[in-house]
T-cell receptor, first 116, second 116 residues
Framework: QQQVKQSPQSLIVQKGGISIINCAYE??????FPWYQQFPGKGPALLIA?????SEKKEGRFTISFNKSAKQFSLHIMDSQPGDSATYFC???????????????FGGGTRLMVKP | EAGVAQSPRYKIIEKRQSVAFWCNPI?????LYWYQQILGQGPKLLIQ????????DSQLPKDRFSAERLKGVDSTLKIQPAKLEDSAVYLC??????????????FGAGSRLTVL
């Protein structure tokens, strides 16, 4: 069961443009939504994260927008740079659930290419 | 701080052969995870350890996959016998405590398995 759906699968953006990646989730018990960035040959690394009690979180050029009623959240990369070219994964977890089986559920990933 | 170490980085085997992957987590991280990342997909959790005990192995194909973390530090993941569909990158990750949300989940670079 795919609990976190991510789109688009791939994205090409010109340098300086805005990259937008969207995710939708099904389980309303999810209460923590991180984004991971993965470069070729490397493991995913935490980029930015948000909890559903806020609608937006900004860190530098990266912003998460969160719509709790629609069960959707998105990553915006402002002034995209060639160095941002990577695969981005959204994820979700029930942070408040301390029982066994609390797992991070990943979206399918978006391969971003920023053209110079 | 040293990262999560994994070996080997690459492995090519024939179907029905066996393979083992090794992971050394960040020092002091009690929780260790093994994820399977098939090309073009997000990571999928296979097994989660808390110290040397299994917290969740519900998505581990137990007929062919096994994992252990005997002394609560290093871990090994074994596949025997391998199938073509096991071709993937096997990511090891660790975190300070079991709840991986607010506590950064740090991934290793992964072990890429190709089954011919």
């Amino acid at each position: 069961q795919q609990q976190v759906k991510q789109s688009p699968q791939s994205l090409i953006v010109q340098k300086g443009g805005i990259s937008i990646i969207n995710c939708a989730y099904e389980n309303t018990a999810f209460d923590y939504f991180p984004w991971y960035q993965q470069f070729p040959g490397k493991g995913p690394a935490l980029l930015i994260a948000i909890r559903p009690d806020v609608s937006e979180k900004k860190e530098g050029r990266f912003t998460i927008s969160f719509n709790k009623s629609a069960k959707q959240f998105s990553l915006h990369i402002m002034d995209s740079q060639p160095g941002d070219s990577a695969t981005y994964f959204c994820a979700a977890i029930m942070e408040a659930n301390n029982n066994a089986g609390n797992m991070l559920t990943f979206g399918g990933g978006t391969r971003l290419m920023v053209k110079p | 701080e040293a990262g999560v170490a994994q070996s080997p980085r690459y492995k090519i085997i024939e179907k029905r052969q066996s393979v083992a992957f090794w992971c050394n987590p960040i020092s002091g991280h009690a929780t260790l995870y093994w994820y399977q990342q098939i090309l073009g997909q997000g990571p999928k959790l296979l097994i989660q350890f808390q110290n040397n005990g299994v917290v969740d192995d519900s998505q581990l194909p137990k007929d062919r996959f096994s994992a252990e973390r005997l002394k609560g530090v290093d871990s090994t993941l074994k596949i025997q016998p391998a199938k073509l569909e096991d071709s993937a990158v096997y990511l090891c990750a660790s975190s300070f405590v079991r709840v991986a949300g607010a506590n950064v989940l740090t991934f290793g670079a992964g072990s890429r398995l190709t089954v011919l």
